[in-house]
């Protein structure tokens, strides 16, 4: 007989003293807003080369509090090029609506790219021709729209016609990652939410820190949406057998640090291989002095992985 399972989330130090933990029955209260937006949410999937896993959950002071899970996450696959799309955003606290902004920026960017790879599998100048490469992208021109897309939201759908007010009402981070098959990433971001690859149990940060004064372009003291920084220069990286290519809001920067502590150690064990989708929001909803939304991507190469196995077996067999 299986044995029950313990659903009380990983523990790291006393929790957060804005309130009781998602743990204690009727801690969380209802997102006081519409359209509905759910706590929790989890997606995964595979092509034949690459497989991705990701969560978002609510943290503890926006359940006290009966405020709206602010992060985002969107995934797609390029149908003509088997490329990956991964997107994480983080609407402000200080934005009112920030959560609905989140969710415009994630659709804007994935159908962005889908378009952009769209055309340049037509003109025959992607990764073999089939448009997966990220190198023909206007990575600058995608987050224009993108913060863009919030102003337009704004007066359409607010009646607020001022961009000044699209900002107080939607700001948002976000971090993009192409990905494709072969392995090869293009990432750009606004903000704080953070990229990081995963090897052997290290975590290697992807993004500077912000600690400049002319990243910190809200009152708040974080760079994001519908602001673009005038220079874009996409961070590449070639992803082998071995790397996870994580993507994350500061809900989980912030816990993991460096990496080399109880946080990191857990999530580089969880994510040697991909996890179940209930497993990985399970994982991500643990508690400790730390009270933000978390939200968490992680990509693997799927086929490199297998040849790797087979590899490895045919090494002992031999």
């Known amino acids: 007989m299986t044995a029950p399972f313990d659903w009380a989330p990983p523990e790291f130090g006393p929790a957060t003293g804005i309130g009781p933990s998602t743990g204690a029955p009727g801690a969380a209260r209802a997102p006081g807003t519409q359209p509905y937006r759910p706590d929790t949410v989890a997606d995964g999937w595979a092509t034949e080369e690459l497989e991705v896993r990701a969560a978002a959950v609510r943290g503890v002071s926006h359940r006290v509090l009966g405020v709206p899970r602010q992060d985002e996450f969107a995934l797609a696959v390029h149908p003509g090029s088997g490329s990956v799309i991964a ?12 959560h609905m902004g989140a969710t415009v920026v994630c659709r804007t960017v994935v159908d962005y790219l889908l378009r952009a790879l769209d055309t340049a599998g037509s003109a025959g100048d992607g990764a073999g021709g089939d448009g997966g490469s990220g190198d023909g992208v206007d990575w600058g021109d995608l987050l224009r729209c993108a913060g ?18 699209a900002e107080a009402l939607l700001a948002t981070t976000v971090v993009v990652a192409l990905v494709g098959p072969d392995g090869s990433a293009w990432l750009v971001r606004v903000g704080d939410s953070a990229a990081w690859t995963l090897r052997d149990g290290v975590w290697t940060p992807l993004f500077p820190a912000l600690t400049r004064p002319e990243d910190e ?11 673009v920084p005038n220079a874009i220069e996409p961070v590449t990286v070639a992803l082998d057998a071995s790397d996870v290519l994580v993507l994350g809001t500061d809900g989980f920067a912030e816990p993991l640090g460096d990496g080399k502590g109880e946080v990191g150690r857990l999530f580089a064990e ?30 693997w190469r799927t086929a490199s992985r297998s040849r790797t196995g087979e590899a490895e077996e045919a090494k002992a067999d031999g």
């Open 217 to 227: 372009l809200l009152p708040d003291g974080v760079a994001a949406l519908p602001r």
């Open 270 to 299: 969880a994510l040697e291989t991909p996890p179940p989708m209930a497993r990985l929001a399970w994982l991500l909803d643990f508690t400790g002095p730390w009270d933000d939304d978390r939200t968490l991507i992680g990509l």
């Open 148 to 165: 863009w897309s919030l102003v337009e939201y704004a007066n359409r759908q607010l009646g607020e016609a001022e961009p000044q007010r």
């Open 87 to 98: 997107v994480v955003a983080d609407g402000l606290s200080s934005a009112a609506l920030s």
